[in-house]
């Protein structure tokens, strides 16, 4: 097959810090792009992240206690 030139430790980037997606900054990014479709006033940006921080720590404490919702999309 084609890999039989290849050096395993070339090609693979498992547990290598070095390479690191920014899976996670574009999750972020996509997430807050859906909350702020407009720049908010400091004020609404305020109590908006502040509403969901409440509603991720009431989705941790449900989950704790066995109680799972589905999220509504």
């Known amino acids: 097959t084609y890999l ?17 997606t920014n899976n ?10 859906k909350l702020f479709p407009m720049k908010p006033n400091f004020y609404e940006l305020i109590n908006k992240l502040k509403e969901q921080e409440h509603l991720s720590y009431y989705d941790y404490q449900m989950k704790i206690k066995g109680i799972w919702r589905m999220k509504k999309k």
């Open 4 to 20: 039989f030139g290849y050096d395993m430790k070339s090609w693979n980037y498992y547990n290598n810090i070095e390479h690191i």
């Open 24 to 33: 996670a900054s574009e999750s972020l990014n996509n997430s807050l792009n």
